[in-house]
């Protein structure tokens, strides 16, 4: 079967869905990607990919803007990428991976008899295929409530289930790209052997300086006390990034006196990955160079500020090193201004950053090991593959046993079957984890759960005296009781992901009162194991 994967986000998401890809591969699909041209050089790096067609996004939206043309010159952009993945092509499928409006348009114009992900039913209302597509997009409403890495939820939004290991076919990094051939890995060697007085004594490591937005950035002078470490010890930095972030690299250069090898703003994405190739080890921000890298097996030590955290854009190479800062206020939701002073920026200090640096590099002084290295300010989080076949991260800085650690591993337990649409049972109980909270978590939570269960218990009494007589009087009290289960999870940060995930599922075109009482049904189940696996640090033995 033809499959068309569709991408029109950013480069990391776009290497993120190698996983998902290369598990169709697996099953016998012939894959096809549709994916902005600006990063059809990173599409090319991707395995199984049996056909790429880029989107022509800067041309299409320089026709909107055109004086003459115009629209019709937008709509025929649109028009020749329909026309040639249909002749050349032929998708029997299309996956959209894409949330956005023009990308579901866009997906269903291809005319597959069949669309997962991110559609549109026939009167152009949203109807994504699965919950997992809809967990992905309301996840970023709840920040601190989004357990499943990027990888995981591309891969069950294509239908794929369990250990991914198996898709790749030898066992290695599912995640992994197919990368730059030797020749391109050797000359960019070469040109890195150019640009160094002498061949560095230990090899290279590069820095990502720049990040999607200033506030996720970790500082400048940072970086620069980091690769004037690692120089002294016989590494040689090398800065890596684009055009746009060669004044982050000019002020690196002026805090650094060791000498730096400076390739920003030189490299297109395969000479960026080939430079990537001849280097021990990433230092970076959450960006899609981090992703590129792990892909290409390159170990990652990332920072995450502000908004990034390593759960859900973590990257998906087991053994990197992610931290972010060990603040209340960390994650911070979206669109939000900063009422801290973007403390976070400057929480992770440079000197731990460095340790961590040397033991992932492995020199016989560190002996390879980081968990005994202490970073001030900062939560550190290894990258493992966990049992349950996702993506998934242990603690190295003794934030395991935190609260929202605890209640993170309870949410991957419970909410993987939930959105899988398994069976919930009582049978599960006893494998799932107890969150252990601190007596005011529990007690603020518990109170919370305990009034949705009261609500969605009467809801259910209140649709089955609907059902036998559609008196409005009633009909007016079940709408009102429907909202208030809304309220009353959407006010628990803690349980607002799911108030999110109840309205999608309650308000799906063509739902009808038996539909919401069996919906009602099933999540009083699921808001009731959480209740029960929800205890008090204090009442614990």
Known sequence: MNVLVLNLTRLGDLLQSQSAISGLAARGHRVGLVCL????????????????????????????NAADGGWQGALQVHHELVQTVRREFKPDAVINLTPSQPARLLAMTF????????????HGFNADSSLWAAF????ASSRGASPFNVVDLFRRISGLTGDPSGDAGSGQNDFGLRGPTEEERQAARARLLSLVPQA??????????????DRR???????????????????????????????????LKALCSAPVVDLVGGTNL????????????LITNDTGTMHLAAGLGVPCLAIFLCTAQPWDTGPGLPGCLCLEPDLPCHPCAFGRACPNDEACRQAIEPTGVQALALAMLGGEEHRGDPRGVHVSGARVWRTVLGADGLLDLESLSGHEAKDRTRLIRLQRALYRPYLDGEALSDAMIGALPRAELSPLAAESLSRSLDEALTLLNLLARQGELLARDPMP????????TWQRVRGTLEAQERLALLSALWTFEAERPGLDLGGILALAGRFSLLLEYVRRCVVSGTDVA
């Open 270 to 281: 395969r000479e960026l990955a080939a430079a990537l190739c001849n280097c021990g080890l």
């Open 473 to 480: 009087a009633m009909k007016t009290k079940f709408l009102a």
């Open 200 to 213: 560095p004594a230990r090899g290279f490591v590069a820095l990502q300086l720049g990040a999607s937005e």
């Open 111 to 122: 005319g597959a008899p069949q669309s997962l992900g991110f559609v549109l039913d026939d």
């Open 217 to 251: 950035r970790w500082p400048v002078e940072y970086f620069a006390q980091v690769a004037q470490g690692l120089a002294q010890v016989g590494y040689a930095p090398v800065l890596v990034g684009t055009e746009a972030e060669k004044p982050l690299a000019e002020r």
């Open 136 to 139: 992905l997009q309301l996840a």
């Open 37 to 64: 041209d600006n990063f059809a050089g990173a599409a090319e790096l991707m395995r199984d990919v049996s056909a790429l067609f880029p989107l022509r996004g800067g041309r299409l939206l320089a026709r909107l």
